[in-house]
């Protein structure tokens, strides 16, 4: 069994723009975010108010597109868009880098707590369920994109990605499963006491950790051995290890 990836990315195009798949599942991961956080003020469980938590997607969506874009051109493609600078603004395309996103977020919501007196950890919290939901969504619009793909194999649920040479591991699906389960994880001990910041410690962990091993299924530039994410991977780890410490 191989499945042939022929899924048209682009579901409209209306001139020069286009509406892809790639962008709406990541408005709808956005708007998950909205709908958990207000959801957690109805429960009584998150002390903020309706357009408060409007200003806090915002911040988060501006810091997101922002740090995932400025990573992916640093880390993974700076020669491409230093020769193709109008490319940068083509977010829709793809070319956003998950720890760049995690970076935009968390400084977003640094500036919402100073600016609105809230605790940083505690709202890290909140946002890491839906945040890591939506980033799950992301693996699904990577594979709508046919891009970020594993090495070839001849595995029985290979995928073969348009323009690419070789049945491949659907790295992109891999990363999306571990993601959800992460989700699912995150949830049951959310529903327990717990200092604050103790679940985004806790999703940090096992993000950095699944990527760390999930890498070596996928074809990427290589610094001595390792993808660029599995070096940012073990930053975010002894981060995530710190920060358990202190809140477990």
């Keep these: 069994f191989m499945f042939i990836n022929n899924i048209n990315p682009t579901l409209l195009q209306l001139g020069p723009f286009e509406i892809r798949y790639y962008g709406i599942i990541f408005a709808l991961g956005f708007l998950i975010a909205l709908f958990y956080l207000k959801w957690q003020v109805r429960k009584k469980n998150l002390d903020l108010t309706d357009e408060q938590i409007d200003n806090l997607i915002f911040y988060v969506i501006i810091g997101a597109v922002i740090g995932a874009r400025i990573f ?55 946002i890491s369920i839906p945040a890591i939901f939506g980033l799950a969504l992301g693996r699904i619009a990577n594979f709508t994109n046919s891009e970020l793909y594993g090495p070839v194999t001849n595995l029985s649920w290979c995928v073969q990605f348009q323009g690419v040479e070789g049945c491949r591991h659907p790295y992109q699906i891999y990363s999306a499963i571990k993601r959800f389960l992460i989700v699912i994880y995150l949830f049951s001990i959310d529903r327990s006491k717990h200092k604050d910041g103790f679940v985004f410690a806790n999703g940090l962990i096992l993000i950095s950790i699944g990527r760390f091993l999930l890498d070596f299924l996928r074809e990427d530039i290589l610094i001595l051995s390792l993808t660029p994410g599995q070096y940012l991977s073990i930053i975010a780890f002894v981060i995530g290890i710190y920060l358990w410490k202190k809140t477990k």
Excluded: Q
């Design 72 to 126: 992916h051109i640093v880390f993974w493609e700076p020669i491409f868009y230093f020769n193709n600078p109008l490319e940068i603004i083509k977010v829709w395309k793809g070319g956003l880098a998950f720890y760049g996103g995690v970076t935009g977020v968390v400084i977003a919501v640094i500036y919402f707590c100073r600016k609105n007196n809230f605790s940083f950890l505690k709202l890290m919290d909140f």
